[in-house]
């Protein structure tokens, strides 16, 4: 059964824009906590960025604050990353995931991918300079 679904990568020039969606399903769509974690080739999974309970907290890498917004919308059950003046070094498949979490777990800081229990196949990103 599938629970997460990522869209809306594709390739951008440099100070370029690109909207990612994930859409969820079944029991994830019940999780208080989502993010959307990245993977650069030859690299380790990072979490970019994640929210927890409708956006009363949010958790953003150093990296991408500033460029970089999530947002949900519940009614339609899907998360969206907004990402503002993309850079090369954001190449990088992106992933969504979802888990029932507190605060702190979601937003207090860096999370691995496989602390969530949900987690979708990924869209990729290119940014090319």
């Known amino acids: 059964q599938v629970q997460l679904v990522e869209s809306g990568g594709g390739s951008v020039q440099a100070g370029g824009s690109l909207r990612l969606s994930c859409a969820a399903s079944?029991?994830?769509?019940?999780?208080?906590?989502m993010g959307w974690f990245r993977q650069a080739p030859g690299k380790e999974h990072e979490e970019v960025a994640a929210?927890?309970?409708?956006?009363?907290?949010?958790y953003y890498d150093d990296s991408v604050k500033g460029r970089f917004t999530i947002s949900q919308d519940n009614a339609k059950s899907t998360l969206y990353l907004q990402m503002n003046n993309l850079k090369p070094d954001d190449t990088a498949m992106y992933y969504c995931a979802a888990v029932t979490s507190t605060r702190d777990y979601c937003t207090g800081g860096p999370r691995r991918k496989n602390d969530f229990a949900f987690r979708g196949q990924g869209t990729q990103v290119t940014v090319s300079s």
């Open positions: 929210v927890y309970d409708r956006g009363s907290s949010t």
């Open positions: 079944g029991a994830a769509v019940r999780s208080n906590c």
